[in-house]
């Protein structure tokens, strides 16, 4: 690739960020971009304003820079700035720029120092930038000032990581030097997503300012912490400076001096500075831009061809043609219908992967949720023991009863079944809950005709109540059936003998056959009438009794 085509890769990607931002979206595409990221204070602002070589940046206390700003700079022999937003106004005076960035960050964010993930995109024409695009982000800050959120630092942590996560994305990481590298907020971020240093340029700022004595000669020279692509220094101008007016031609004169005078940086002197910091920047950048295009490329013609198959199908097609609209309609209704089922059903296309729904919901009602609720029916024996008696003899009246009423039996059992009635509704509900939700989840393939997703869901989630209470009266309706006749000739009815007996058998189980402690022949002298004779016996000794027998087959 010759080098006039290397020239043209910057304002390639310019115009393509132009063209996405204008769209509203970022599209699904990466561009390659270098994002500046650096905490407040740390003299980010200064170095985009040397690259520019005017003052044109929002300056003051507390986060002055509230939404990305997409500085994209071009090598022009006239010398103006052009908003995207104002696009076709050019602006000579930069004290305007910097009143319409206020305002623009102002209009989205309102007055509360809050801010904002859309970008204001700047495009600077000027015969002493080189081609570079750079995107400056608010800085980062610890506690909120005046009416800000309490939550402003994660919200720009979280605004930053949107940018530099990205893999086409270099991080221009900004540390003062009057302050512990280890500490430096913009390299714990760079960091997080870049842990081998291989997209990330460091810049050290206010060296000047550095305590006597003192230098950063061994971060600039890549030793204390290395990054691939190393450390750039600078020396910005100070905030008397800037205040006094002064030229920043005459700044970066005073900052080439300060390193070629200076005898911790005078052999890297020419390897530092603001110009140097440039020249790197369109460098990397384009470099950047050039090894990634071929993915870039790829990515671009995949989504080109999708949007062409779209526009295939959306080539003859007529919106006033009345039997395409009804067509459309019935598709819809009938993918609805069986997303629907396949829901219930299962088997569906979309699988949800936290928690039940549809269909095994619904069955986990059935068979966890109602036998659960069956089981946790307050039972009291000891109450149910007090209303049989009563029963009993409340049907009596003032005569002695010789036999157990069948009205008592039948007077408490139907009190019994009744109480079915409860956790049978309960789960009724919990179905129809159940459906409407998966009716919801259904119509979200419908958001795109809101009248339609709202009709569906109106009429579907109606019928469904229309069948919720037909259901409740055929649920109660089995119960009344259950209560109004007592079948006691049933197989599973065991009756009241029956039941005595499988509760003795039980019982004897339990005393004697589980628990038997000892058994065997037992000699008993002096026994009835006969003085002085002896009888054997076989006994068995349980925890509860002893009992004995004539002979070891027990019997007595």
């Not at 290395?226 to 002064?246: A, E, F, H, M, T």
Request: aromatic fraction near 6%.
């Amino acid at each position: 690739m010759g080098n006039r085509e290397m020239e043209e890769l910057i304002p390639l990607v310019n115009r393509l960020q132009d063209a996405f931002s204008s769209l509203g979206q970022s599209c699904l595409l990466e561009l390659p971009q270098i994002a500046v990221v650096g905490g407040q204070s740390a003299g980010k602002s200064s170095v985009l304003e040397n690259f520019v070589g005017r003052d044109f940046l929002p300056r003051g206390s507390g986060i002055v820079t509230r939404r990305p700003l997409v500085l994209q700079l071009v090598t022009s022999k006239a010398e103006y700035a052009e908003f995207l937003h104002c696009k076709g106004k050019k602006i000579t005076d930069f004290d305007e720029v910097r009143h319409e960035i206020e305002a623009e960050t102002d209009r989205v964010t309102g007055m509360n120092k809050g801010i904002s993930s859309i970008p204001i995109n700047l495009r600077v024409y000027s015969p002493h930038v080189l081609n570079l695009t750079l995107i400056d982000l608010p800085g980062i800050t610890k506690v909120p000032v005046g009416d800000q959120p309490p939550d402003i630092e994660y919200q720009i942590r979280d605004m930053i990581m949107q940018f530099i996560t990205r893999e086409n994305c270099l991080i221009l990481a900004v540390t003062p030097a009057n302050t512990d590298l280890a500490n430096s907020d913009a390299l714990k971020l760079a960091k997080e997503v870049d842990p081998q240093g291989l997209r990330t340029i460091g810049v050290i700022t206010k060296l000047d300012l550095m305590d006597e004595g003192t230098d950063a000669r061994d971060i600039l020279e890549n030793k204390l912490l290395p990054l691939r692509r190393g450390y750039i220094g600078v020396v910005n101008r100070s905030q008397k400076d800037i205040d006094g007016k002064k030229d920043i031609k005459a700044a970066t004169l005073a900052e080439r001096k300060f390193f070629l005078s200076h005898p911790a940086y005078r052999h890297i002197a020419d390897r530092m500075g603001t110009p140097h910091l440039q020249k790197v920047l369109n460098q990397q950048l384009t470099n950047h831009i050039r090894d990634t295009l071929p993915n870039f490329r790829n990515k671009l013609q995949g989504q080109l061809l999708s949007i062409e198959h779209e526009v295939e199908a959306y080539k003859n097609f007529r919106p006033e043609d009345p039997t395409r609209k009804t067509k459309a309609l019935l598709q819809m209704v009938q993918q609805f219908a069986v997303d629907f089922e396949k829901r219930i059903e299962g088997s569906g296309d979309q699988v949800d992967t936290l928690e039940l729904s549809g269909g095994a919901k619904i069955n986990r009602i059935f068979h966890e949720r109602f036998p659960f609720e069956i089981v946790k029916m307050e039972f009291n024996e000891k109450e149910l023991r007090r209303e049989i008696s009563y029963a009993i003899k409340n049907i009596h009246g003032i005569r002695t009863g010789l036999f157990t009423p069948d009205m008592a039996f039948e007077a408490i059992v139907k009190k019994q079944i009744v109480k079915l009635k409860g956790p049978s509704l309960k789960s009724v509900d919990l179905v129809i809950q159940e459906l409407i939700n998966t009716v919801k989840k259904c119509t979200k393939k419908l958001a795109n005709f809101p009248r339609l997703c709202e009709e569906t869901e109106r009429i579907v989630a109606n019928h469904i109540r229309e069948r919720e209470g037909k259901t409740k009266d055929q649920v109660l309706l089995l119960i009344d059936i259950q209560v109004s006749y007592i079948n006691t000739n049933h197989e599973d009815f065991i009756g009241f003998a029956n039941a005595q007996q499988r509760s003795s058998q039980v019982h004897k189980k339990n005393t004697i056959g589980n628990q038997v402690i000892r058994k065997g022949w037992l000699t008993i002298s002096n026994i009835g009438i006969m003085k002085g004779g002896s009888k054997g016996y076989w006994f068995v000794l349980t925890a509860e009794s002893l009992s004995w027998y004539k002979d070891d087959e027990n019997t007595w």
